[in-house]
């Protein structure tokens, strides 16, 4: 059976039936955002009534996030999962999908930059189209970038988007929107072989998912950016183009 990373589970789960969709929410300090994100979240599901849950990921936390989480996501499907230290994103997204029941996996950022009601955009193409994975895209036509990042943000990602194109092959205009729609039972594997703890998971993840011949396909989504973003302008960007190389240079010799 696969596993999850190292993780503490509130409160614990047994003999709950498997929901259609789980919600994973990676979330680093984001006690705040999460004040108005999870209650949103929780009346769509209660308008749409979709079966679903929550599974809010607190990657070490020092701001109370998981206690906050826990208080607000009420039903008992719904979950918080606390690693006990601080490892990144896409650690914290991994925890999540490997922990999930649901039949699809909506990842999603703890800001709502994709409105939730943009699953339905997803889940339709899914459907219509007997796809693996849908990835949301800020940069295809038909995309409504509402609030738009800083130009130095906008800029240093699409010189991203251009090196990680052309060292992968990968076809996508935008990988990073943290608004993804999962087959789980044809990502678990990848989500098993995935290494990426930071920002660059998504570009793991796509490019996993294509050695493995998965269906993908990239739509475009409203967007509104968050002020407030964890990715360092500084910081951020030598950490992905290292592990961008990594996973290069991981997969140098073989098929």
Partial sequence: MLQADDQTVLPTQAAIPS???????????????????????????????LDAEILVVDDGSTDATAELAATLVSRGQHRVISLPVNRGKGAAVRSGVLASRGEWVLVSDADLSTPIDEYDRLAAIARAENLDVVIGSRALPGSRVEVSQHIVRRVLGEVFNIILRRMTGLPYRDTQ???KLLRRSRVEAVFAEMVIDGFAFDVELLYLCERRGLRVKEVPVTWRNSPRSTVSVIGSPPKMLFDLMRLCWRFRNRG
């Fill in 19 to 49: 929901p259609s969709i789980s919600i994973v929410i990676p979330a680093y300090n984001e006690r705040e955002r999460l004040t108005t994100s999870l209650p949103a979240i929780e009346a769509y599901l209660l308008a749409t009534r």
């Fill in 177 to 179: 929107c943290g608004f």
